[in-house]
């Protein structure tokens, strides 16, 4: 199928984030009792919001999780935003895409001002037309997410593709509508683009662009 649109969850598919994420969210944890066990155990922080994942992975009642999360956010503003680094290959998949006319939109859980100032600092901003993040912590949801970004756009589910390195993406653009690709940049579990029901997988951006452009 010929895309025109192509969505693109942030952390772990455009920008490897994981540094600045994991060494913030460790401290935040640990500042409050709780044991951040491994990286390879923390990475499942890259993906999820922030609230949903310390609840679901903790236990944690509300009070609990929003301490965390003031403590982590406050940290990750401060010193860990810009610790992270574009995918390889991604700029040049973004410029190729955008010389075939195709319109580029990010859609992520983080927050918009973060996802913002990255692109900024890294050149990437002015390949997208709409770039759709969180503005609350009860507006961070994934579907949520991808249907700002089409309405953004001004387009609809048809013709319309994500790209995305975890579940999330592929459940809330699945559930308005849209295919996702997954990218295996080291996130997601095995089988998990499977499992959630993924278009297909590819290892890397000259691959996604090889299959997007036919």
């Not at 540094?19 to 890259?46: Q, S, V």
């Not at 756009?153 to 849209?178: F, H, P, Q, S």
């Amino acid at each position: 199928m010929v895309y025109k649109t192509v969505l693109f969850d942030f952390d772990g598919t455009l920008f490897d984030t994981s540094p600045g994420i994991l060494r913030c969210m460790r401290a935040a944890l640990e500042k409050n009792g709780y044991d951040a066990h491994t990286r390879e155990w923390l990475k499942r922080f890259i993906g999820p919001p922030v609230i949903p994942a310390l609840k679901e992975f903790y236990g944690m009642d509300d009070a609990e999780a929003e301490k965390v999360k003031s403590d982590y956010r406050a940290l990750y503003r401060a010193e860990g935003v810009f610790e992270c680094a574009p995918m390889y290959g991604a700029k040049e998949c973004l410029q190729r895409l955008r010389a075939a006319g195709i319109r580029l939109a990010v859609a992520t859980s983080k927050p918009y001002y973060f996802a913002e100032d990255i692109l900024k600092r890294f050149g990437f901003y002015g390949l997208f037309d709409a770039v759709c993040g969180a503005v609350s912590d009860e507006h961070s949801g994934k579907e949520e997410i991808v249907a700002n970004a089409l309405s953004a756009l001004g387009a609809g589910a048809e013709g319309t593709v994500m790209v995305g390195d975890r579940k999330y993406d592929v459940l809330g653009a699945k559930a308005c509508g849209i295919p996702c690709i997954g990218l295996d940049s080291g996130f997601a579990e095995e089988g998990e683009f499977e499992r959630a029901g993924a278009l297909c997988v590819v290892r890397d951006f000259v691959s996604l662009g090889d299959l997007l452009l036919g």
